[in-house]
């Protein structure tokens, strides 16, 4: 289908990089593929997709306009950048919750003893977009990986984020979400929709969700 022409739509993906010296950084094993994978799927659909990426090894699926960036901080910016032409903001990036709070600018010597290293909170770039003035009906989806109570905490992600969706994730296994090749969750619209996406492949379930999300996206400002 070609339901999608007219739609801009912008997709995070991947993990984000924080440094905390020259050759040291925190980050997590997002590996970028449901980011891309939906970014492939608006694109078939006649989407216009802007792809934010942080550092992963993955080839850009044709079409699709890619923005690549390192830090939580940097994500935030280019969204920003993306924000006035967007109609619709998909966040599958792991986005990192916490960064140095130092940024040394040479490597960090070590010395006997313990070692405390102190991070400072980053943007939550969802929440932030969530609560814009001008957000005039652009569509937000987020997802929300959890190990325990994943609907009620995917909900309550949802209401405090001013999202319009969210995926919820049980990343509890090591089969599906994070670093696997298959994903599976439960859809939670705003209005208390809840849609059960069984296991499947990246692939297929990146297909399945737009399928579900069409309407809300042809719907976007
Ligand atoms: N997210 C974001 N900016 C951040 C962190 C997360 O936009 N700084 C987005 C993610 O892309 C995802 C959703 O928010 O769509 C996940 O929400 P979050 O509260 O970060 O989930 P958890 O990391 O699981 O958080 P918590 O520790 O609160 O459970």
Sequence with gaps: PTDLVGVHVTVSAGPTVEDLDPVRFLSNRST?????????????????????????????????????????????????????????????AAVADYRPAVLANTKLKKSPGEMTLNLERTEDI??????????????????????????????????????????????????IGFGAGDNAGILIGRAGEMIRLERMAKAEFADTLIDHLSAALRGSP
């Design 32 to 92: 970028g593929t449901m980011g891309f994978e939906l970014a492939r799927a608006l694109a078939e659909r006649g989407a216009e997709v802007t792809l934010i990426t942080g550092p992963v090894h993955l080839n850009t699926p044709p079409g699709v306009r890619r923005m690549d960036v390192r830090s939580a901080d940097d994500m935030a910016c280019a969204m920003a950048q993306t924000w006035t032409t967007t109609d619709a903001v998909i966040m599958s």
């Design 126 to 175: 969802l929440a932030t977009l969530g609560g814009r003035q001008d957000r005039d009906g652009k569509l937000l989806v987020g997802f929300a990986a959890e190990t325990e109570q994943v609907v009620e905490r995917a909900q309550d992600k949802l209401l405090r984020k001013g999202l319009d969706w969210i995926i919820a994730n049980d990343v509890s296994g090591a089969q």
